[in-house]
């Protein structure tokens, strides 16, 4: 209940809150992407040669490639050798502990009501920190490697789990898979990693921050989460960057691999700085996220709320290989002013029996297109598959655009699949109803919206659904009336 | 408490209320009777500040300050409450949290501190035994797939949970079974007292034998052409509304 206070108080600050930049020295590589560059971010990182190689391939696959023109979004051609592909924070040694770590770093992340520090880490998630694609700090390691999980950064794992970073690096996305996926296998640079051992329950969320700090920087960061026989984890994802009038690329990868009878529960709260009102700077985001239920009986569920960035193509996927496994989509992807999202999910079902059940929820205000794009394939094998989708579009304005594009491929007749849409626009009514309660206008726009969302929000964490419902909010703030 | 002056008002190019006025003082119930499409719920509207229709002339004061100045939730936070003819459904929202979300916005307005979800909870049992109102209802979305009487029961509900000062039911006893009827009578005869106007709008003789109201009103064609006491309602009943519309024609 205290949950809908909060979103009020909120409701009185304006804009992107999160737009600020914290002056920390940095170390980047120089601007454009070549061979060399490659080799310069792996020997920061101290990488084996194995990883350099993977990297190579990967760049030289992706510079034959082009971008994708198919998603129904529009933006000037993309000057890759115009983007610096390393920053890191300067760190004279490499932290051990907390302590160690630049305290203008870690007022970074208080400042984004991320602390990193002892007294507030008994909230109960581990965090890693992720700044310019460099993570900062990972809590509550100690803790979780006393059940054999590892929550560590990327960088960390090629260093100290080498042999299942080499087993499971691209084996769900494959380098070459799209042109953000090979750009992305090529430059990564940091991200995070997780394994959770066999049987075991992750006892806390797992958490990464993503923070862009530097200009000009593009962040191509990668996690691999290993979820092991008859494991579980929840898994949560956070967003952020300043306010700049230039346009910054952010490319990521996030992998899953579950085991047999594994669950993985991944959440996002994308809320990357969409440019302003007139539609200048923001976030490009182009992110490959795809889950492998490889075992039988396995499960993973994507839940994202898309608030953030200038330009969102994202399709958090499923691959149900494993007899019975399943997997499922909740999306609520809001847009305004000139912000576009082409955006949704593929479940592609293998195995038999495997389930897969998509829930999009799209909102568009403003000047705004939003474009739901989903497709479920039934292969032969996949006796007695099932899916059902529900995508609806709510609509605020006249000036703005929803699209869906449902993409169905059967070709097992024992398979059942439903779809289901609905496009609808806020009522002046159901405002009206508000206003003559006393409410207001911005807190009724706030109420309808997140009523209209809230089978997505529900799959949320509690934590991370109050800071959904606040964000949903600000995003459409001045959007009716 | 509530004056209004002269009132015209208009939706496009429709001219809906033609020189209406009504004087209601603390404590008074009025019944608003009257043909179909004659501006009742036009008149409500205007009153909650519905944006659509226009005043074109004419003024209406409440409690000493100009009503049509005030957006409609500060209407509704000066005590205005509208119990519509046809309640909105809202999915998603339940009748519990938007009525605290409500609640709260008012108690702020009025510099109170919100309510805490036990004092809230405790106000609620309060309200829901007064209008017979079953918790699961609450629960469920607003209005979303509600009875008509059940829908009328819930605005009720909510007219309780924000104790207005004056009340405007619009047909609230249209499609209420006689328990109901009667349910939502005590409801509101348990809100009245010397402070509080209500405005009854209705069809039927039968909901002023529950709340028996000091002057009833016939609204035709915008203007309020007869007044009278309750024994009006009886003999419209009887007599229907050509005699009246006949006596207007004649003046
Ligand atoms: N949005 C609108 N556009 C055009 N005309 C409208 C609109 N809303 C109401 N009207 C007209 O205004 C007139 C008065 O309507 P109103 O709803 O106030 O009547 P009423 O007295 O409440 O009737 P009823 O007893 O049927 O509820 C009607 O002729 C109606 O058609
Ligand atoms: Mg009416």
């Given at each position: 209940m205290s949950k809908d206070n909060q979103l009020l108080e909120e409701l009185t600050s304006k804009e992107y809150e999160h737009g600020w930049t914290s002056n920390i020295e940095m170390e980047s590589a120089p601007k454009g992407l070549n061979e060399d560059i490659v080799r310069f971010i792996s020997a920061k990182k101290n990488e084996p040669e194995w990883l350099l190689e993977w990297r190579l391939k990967a760049y030289r696959q992706w510079a034959k490639m082009v971008d994708p023109k198919w998603p129904n979004v529009t933006y000037p051609e993309?000057?890759?050798?115009?983007?610096?592909y390393y920053a890191a924070p300067k760190q004279k040694v490499k932290p051990?502990?907390?302590?160690?770590?630049?305290p203008e770093l870690l007022k970074t992340f208080e400042k984004l009501?991320?602390?990193?520090?002892?007294?507030?880490?008994?909230?109960g998630i581990a965090v890693d920190a992720v700044l310019d694609s460099v993570s900062v700090a990972t809590t509550f390691k100690e803790k979780l490697g006393e059940l054999g999980i590892i929550f560590c950064s990327f960088s960390e794992a090629v260093q100290e789990h080498p042999e299942l970073i080499k087993k499971?690096?691209?084996?769900?996305?494959?380098?070459?898979?799209?042109y953000f996926a090979a750009l992305n296998s090529a430059v990564f640079s940091d991200g995070s990693f997780c394994y959770i051992p066999k049987?075991?329950?992750?006892?806390m969320e797992l958490s990464t921050y993503f923070r862009i700090n530097a200009a000009n920087t593009g962040q191509f960061e990668r996690t691999l989460i290993v979820a092991d026989e008859g494991s579980y984890v929840s898994y949560l994802e956070g967003c952020t960057a300043p306010q700049r009038d230039e346009n910054q690329l952010h490319a990521a990868v996030v992998e899953i691999y579950a085991m047999k009878g594994a669950q993985v529960k991944y959440s996002t709260v994308q809320n990357w700085?969409?440019?302003?009102?007139?539609?200048?700077g923001g976030i490009y985001n182009f992110v490959t996220k795809r889950a492998l239920c490889?075992?039988?009986?396995s499960k993973v569920s994507w839940t994202q709320v898309e608030t953030g960035s200038a330009i969102t193509w994202k399709y958090p996927s499923c691959?149900?290989?494993?007899?019975h496994s399943s997997g499922e989509f909740y999306s609520v992807a809001v847009t305004n002013n000139y912000q576009q999202a082409d955006t949704g999910t593929k479940m592609i079902h293998i195995g038999k029996h495997t389930k897969s059940r998509i829930v999009s929820k799209g909102i568009s205000a403003g000047h705004s297109q939003n474009s739901y794009r989903g497709q479920v394939h039934i292969m032969?094998?996949?006796?007695g598959a099932r899916n059902f989708s529900q995508c609806d579009s709510l609509l605020m304005g006249d000036k703005c655009g929803a699209h869906t594009f449902p993409y169905i491929d059967v070709e097992n007749n024992s398979a059942k699949v439903e779809h289901e849409a609905t496009t609808s626009k806020i009522g002046e009514d159901q405002i009206f109803y508000c206003l003559q309660r006393g409410i207001d206008e911005e807190s009724a726009v706030a109420l309808i919206v997140n009523g209209y969302a809230k089978e997505v929000l529900n799959q949320l964490p509690m934590e991370f659904a109050v800071e959904a419902q606040k964000l949903l909010a600000l995003t459409l703030e001045g959007s009716v009336g | 408490m509530l004056s209004i002056k002269n009132l015209h008002a208009k939706i496009e190019d429709n001219q809906i209320l033609n020189g209406l006025n009504l004087e209601v003082k603390p404590g008074e119930v009025h019944a608003i009777m009257g043909p179909n499409g004659s501006g009742k719920s036009t008149l409500a509207s205007v009153l909650a500040g519905r944006?659509?229709?226009?005043?074109t002339e004419g003024t209406v004061e409440y409690q000493g300050k100009?009503?049509?100045?005030?957006?409609p939730e500060e209407r509704a936070r000066e005590g205005v409450f509208l119990a519509f003819q046809y309640p909105v459904e809202i999915p998603g929202v339940s009748t519990i949290n938007f009525m605290k979300t409500a609640v709260n916005q008012v108690r702020e307005a009025r510099g109170q501190q919100p309510l805490d979800a036990v004092s809230f909870l405790g106000l609620m049992k309060e309200k829901m035994k007064l209008v017979e109102i079953d918790q699961s209802l609450l629960n469920?979305?607003?209005?979303?797939?509600?009875s008509g009487g059940e829908k009328k029961r819930n605005e009720i509900f909510q007219m309780a949970m924000l104790e207005p000062k004056l009340a405007i039911l619009d047909e609230?006893?249209?499609?209420?079974d006689i328990d109901a009827l009667r349910i939502v009578a005590n409801g509101v005869n348990k809100l009245r007292d010397k402070n509080k106007g209500i405005i009854v709008v209705t069809h039927y003789q039968r909901l002023l034998e529950y709340i028996v109201p000091d002057f009833v009103h016939v609204l035709y064609k915008g203007k309020i052409v007869k007044s009278g006491t309750k024994e009006l309602a009886l003999e419209l009943e009887a007599k229907g509304y050509d005699w009246i519309k006949d006596e207007v024609a004649v003046v």
């Open positions: 993309i000057n890759y050798q115009d983007v610096i051990k502990s907390l302590e160690e770590v630049d009501g991320i602390s990193l520090t002892e007294q507030k880490r008994l909230t499971y690096l691209g084996s769900v996305v494959p380098m070459n898979d799209n049987d075991v329950r992750c006892p700085y969409p440019g302003d009102k007139e539609g200048k490889a075992g039988d009986h691959i149900l290989k494993g007899d032969k094998r996949a006796e | 944006e659509e229709f226009e005043v100009d009503l049509l100045d005030l957006a469920r979305s607003l209005n979303e797939g509600f609230t006893d249209s499609g209420l």
